[in-house]
């Protein structure tokens, strides 16, 4: 019989990462990887699994799965994260398929509904009508230039799951802007840290005109009225701020520039001071 593995990362999810974890119980095992968390988190987790790790926090590691599978058993894995709840029907629908003894596929991409800000549309940047959530251990491929395209598979064996409005993943991200904004400088800092140094300027650019064709003409996001506007602008201001976080670590030299004028200007003072 087929076993699966639940897998999530987690940082101060204290207010969410319970409802992630009963979603997680069908699973034969739920592994956490906690990177020092400062509140309840690993706490609330310890009371669904004993497979609770922790690890120093970061910004991302695009390892983090990679260390987080080391300490699985399954033959799936289902990757979670603590914005996500699952329908039951789901579950009982991917433990069917993984329990088949003919099915020859290595990924499963499932139902997948992304909330952002509370809103989901198929005018939405964000929108998917199915995420691949499930796979097999032995196909997942690490990239470590990437954030949010990190976990790759070295398989063309994909399944994809019928599209379900409610029978489904549910992603509840950035509840508000202000967690938006924080997951975004978390996720840039990564971004500028782990661009590859053999890529130009040009190519970190080169995002920002791709998101805004996706909003505007891919999604024409706009016809949401205010929403869409406002949902357009939450997108866009990631691959602004990544690109930012790219020079900065490219370019930068402001720790630099503004040490040599305080130091000038303190040695004018001392001169200045001599002189009264």
């Given at each position: 019989?087929?076993?699966?593995?639940?897998?999530?990362?987690?940082?101060?999810?204290?207010?969410?990462?319970?409802?992630?974890?009963?979603?997680?119980?069908?699973?034969?095992?739920?592994?956490?990887?906690?990177?020092?968390?400062?509140?309840?988190?690993?706490?609330?987790?310890?009371?669904?699994?004993?497979?609770?790790?922790?690890?120093?926090?970061?910004?991302?590691?695009?390892?983090?799965?990679?260390?987080?599978?080391?300490?699985?058993?399954?033959?799936?894995?289902l990757r979670l994260t603590a914005s996500?709840?699952?329908?039951?029907?789901?579950?009982?629908?991917?433990?069917?398929?993984?329990?088949?003894?003919?099915?020859?596929?290595?990924?499963?991409?499932?139902?997948?509904?992304?909330?952002?800000?509370?809103?989901?549309?198929?005018?939405?940047?964000?929108?998917?009508?199915?995420?691949?959530?499930?796979?097999?251990?032995?196909?997942?491929?690490?990239?470590?230039?990437?954030?949010?395209?990190?976990?790759?598979?070295?398989?063309?064996?994909?399944?994809?799951?019928?599209?379900?409005?409610?029978?489904?993943?549910?992603?509840?991200?950035?509840e508000t802007v202000d967690i938006m904004?924080?997951?975004?400088?978390?996720?840039?800092?990564?971004?500028?840290?782990?661009?590859?140094?053999?890529?130009?300027?040009?190519?970190?650019?080169?995002?920002?005109?791709?998101?805004?064709?996706?909003?505007?003409?891919?999604?024409?996001?706009?016809?949401?009225?205010?929403?869409?506007?406002?949902?357009?602008?939450?997108?866009?201001?990631?691959?602004?701020?990544?690109?930012?976080?790219?020079?900065?670590?490219?370019?930068?030299?402001?720790?630099?520039?503004?040490?040599?004028?305080?130091?000038?200007?303190?040695?004018?003072?001392?001169?200045?001071?001599?002189?009264?």
């Amino acid at each position: 019989m087929a076993t699966i593995s639940a897998v999530l990362g987690v940082y101060n999810e204290e207010a969410r990462i319970e409802a992630t974890l009963r979603c997680a119980l069908w699973c034969d095992e739920i592994v956490v990887l906690d990177k020092q968390s400062t509140d309840h988190t690993r706490e609330i987790a310890r009371r669904y699994t004993d497979k609770v790790y922790e690890m120093p926090y970061s910004d991302f590691e695009p390892d983090e799965l990679q260390k987080a599978l080391k300490h699985t058993s399954g033959e799936w894995i289902l990757r979670l994260t603590a914005s996500e709840v699952m329908h039951p029907v789901l579950a009982t629908q991917i433990r069917e398929l993984i329990e088949r003894d003919d099915f020859p596929y290595d990924v499963i991409h499932v139902p997948f509904r992304c909330y952002v800000l509370g809103l989901e549309t198929k005018r939405s940047p964000w929108y998917s009508k199915v995420h691949p959530v499930v796979f097999r251990k032995r196909v997942v491929k690490i990239h470590h230039d990437s954030v949010h395209a990190a976990v790759d598979f070295d398989t063309k064996r994909h399944y994809k799951m019928a599209n379900s409005t409610e029978h489904c993943m549910y992603h509840l991200t950035h509840e508000t802007v202000d967690i938006m904004m924080e997951h975004h400088l978390r996720y840039c800092r990564a971004e500028g840290r782990l661009f590859p140094p053999d890529s130009s300027m040009g190519k970190a650019a080169l995002s920002i005109p791709i998101a805004i064709y996706q909003v505007f003409v891919q999604r024409k996001t706009f016809l949401m009225g205010w929403n869409g506007i406002s949902l357009g602008a939450a997108y866009l201001s990631y691959f602004l701020l990544r690109f930012v976080y790219i020079w900065e670590h490219r370019h930068s030299e402001a720790p630099n520039v503004y040490q040599q004028i305080r130091s000038g200007i303190l040695r004018a003072w001392d001169s200045h001071e001599t002189h009264v």
